[in-house]
């Protein structure tokens, strides 16, 4: 967009750009969100920034009014495949907290200082300045929703101390910390009370998304969800006014491994509930990776899409138009474990969802047993070690397969293989092609829900080959929907939908 576009865009107090950029005015001295209720300012007073770090390191704080961190993150970071695009990535899932701006660097495969200057000419700020305002998003959103001690927050945020909290609120959101709470108290926000002076067993919290949201990605969840480590469920609460469709509450529960340790959380989602938020809940969590697992759990549910302008791309092929005006803001589902997801796809291709979730429930036997985070999660998924070790007496079928599998699980296992959020797709490419029984359908899947590539179409899947034939003829047109580029992905998601719905239809 340039500055006419987006000018445009806040004047009309336009919510679809709430996260995409930000809106600077220099004759306040703060920075907004696009759909700020304020004044709309002077053109001559308007710096807009790729960032909220771009924006404090202008010298601008936030706007104590329409709150620019409160907002679903930037849908760039997916489309971009760039260093910038991939940095943001591994930054958002907390690699410099964990790293270091070597760390970083390293993962990128550049120098640090090469790395600061690209970043700082493409997003206005370095990688220090954006993981600082990472972590001031995330502790702004604990204080506003939990009575957590500060001292926690602080921890859970990924700051090293407290004075750098206190030092990094006041000169972001010109507030102290307290201040912030009691603002967040004001507005009515829910927030979860801790016991004894310690950190909540449970963390309650909302995830911001850009509207429309289509639900149906619990129901992807759901049918691939492998018990003891996943759960899903719905449960009714409402009918359509002519009572011929009921809807509920949807959950989605999981364990998982986080850098620090092992954790579990609960995503539900009302459309009866005032203002249909998207909840998450966070168990047995060591507070140090709360930021990477909202990290992961947003890109699960792909929540910082823009579904309006993927839909309106989408609508232009008459092959989907009537798919998309059924179900607007379709979601393609992402990864909270990329080693996981490899192991996942490589034992669904070819074979249909059910049988998949039968071999997976099988293996997951090798996995490492939790205490009783929530009913019907039990256990880990297995690590590469265990899965190596113990993959070739759980896993049934083909032994080619079996030895493919067992063969990634022992190179993720020695690190001779490694991937991961950062990657772009011909660097997956490299990585998985070589491995034996991998083939473009697996790296088309691992990109799509790893890294949320939204331009991938897997032509030969048979599920996409039976939603074509669901949907209506497109003469003409292209087989591999290159016209609504680039958001192919999501054109996968509603062939797979319409074939899920013709196959319930027989």
């Known amino acids: 967009m340039d500055f006419w576009q987006r000018y ?36 001559a007073n308007v710096t807009f920034y790729e960032t909220s770090a771009a924006a404090h390191e202008a010298g601008y704080r936030a706007c104590k009014r329409c709150l620019p961190e409160a907002v679903p993150g930037t849908p760039a970071w997916n489309i971009r495949s760039d260093i910038a695009g991939r940095a943001m990535r591994l930054i958002n899932d907390g690699v410099i907290t964990r790293e270091g701006v070597d760390g970083l660097a390293h993962r990128l495969g550049y120098s640090a200082r090469q790395l600061n200057r690209i970043l700082s000419n493409e997003l206005g700020a370095g990688p220090l300045s954006l993981a600082r305002a990472s972590r001031a998003q995330t ?11 500060l001292a926690d927050v602080a921890f859970a ?53 850009r509207e429309p949201f289509d639900p149906g990605i619990f129901d992807f969840l759901a049918v691939r969800a492998v018990a003891g480590i996943e759960s899903a469920g719905m449960e009714a609460t409402g009918t359509s006014t002519d009572g011929t469709e009921s809807y509920g509450r949807r959950t989605y529960a999981r364990t998982l491994r986080l850098p620090r340790g092992s954790a579990s959380f609960s995503v539900s989602y009302d459309p009866s509930a005032t203002g249909k938020p998207l909840q998450l809940t966070a168990t047995a969590l060591d507070l140090h990776d709360l930021p990477a697992l909202l990290s992961r759990v947003r ?27 059924a179900t607007p803001g379709m979601r393609v589902p992402g990864a909270v474990d990329p080693h996981e997801l490899l192991i996942r796809a490589m034992i669904g291709q070819q074979i249909t969802v059910a049988a998949a979730r039968t071999a997976l429930t099988q293996l997951s036997a090798a996995g490492s047993p939790v205490d009783g985070p929530g009913p019907g ?17 759980l896993l049934r079928g083909p032994q080619r397969r079996i030895d493919s599998i067992v063969a ?76 609504v580029g680039p958001w192919r992905s999501y054109a996968t998601m509603h062939l797979w939908r319409a074939a899920a719905t013709k196959s319930k239809g027989k």
Request: charged letters at 20%.
């Open 377 to 393: 999660l039990e256990r880990l998924f297995p690590t590469a070690v265990e899965l190596a070790e113990h993959g070739r007496a």
């Open 299 to 325: 890109r699960l549910f792909d929540s910082d899409a823009d579904p309006q302008a993927i839909d309106a791309a989408l609508a232009t092929d008459p092959r989907l138009r009537d798919s998309v005006a």
């Open 408 to 483: 990634a699980a022992e190179a993720m296992a020695c690190g001779t293989l490694d991937f991961g959020y950062g990657d772009d797709l011909p660097g997956l490419e490299r990585k998985l092609l070589p491995l034996p029984g991998v083939g473009p359908w697996t790296v088309g899947y691992v990109a799509m829900r790893v890294l949320g590539a939204p331009d991938v179409f897997l032509a030969n899947d048979a599920a996409v080959r039976n939603g074509l034939k669901a949907l209506p003829a497109g003469a003409g047109l292209s087989p591999d929907f290159t016209e």
């Open 8 to 43: 445009r865009a806040i004047d009309a107090r336009d919510t679809r750009f709430d996260g995409q950029f930000f809106t600077a005015v220099s004759s306040t001295g703060i920075y907004c969100r696009p759909s700020c209720p304020a004044r709309t300012p002077k053109a």
């Open 157 to 209: 945020s990924g700051f090293n101390s407290v004075r750098q909290f206190n030092d990094t609120i006041g000169e972001v959101f010109a507030m102290t910390p307290t201040a912030v709470r009691a603002s967040g108290a004001k507005a009515g926000t829910r927030r979860v009370t801790g016991a004894s002076g310690r950190a909540p067993v449970a963390l309650t919290l909302n995830l911001p998304y």
């Open 139 to 149: 502790a702004r959103t604990l204080l506003v929703s939990t009575d957590m001690l």
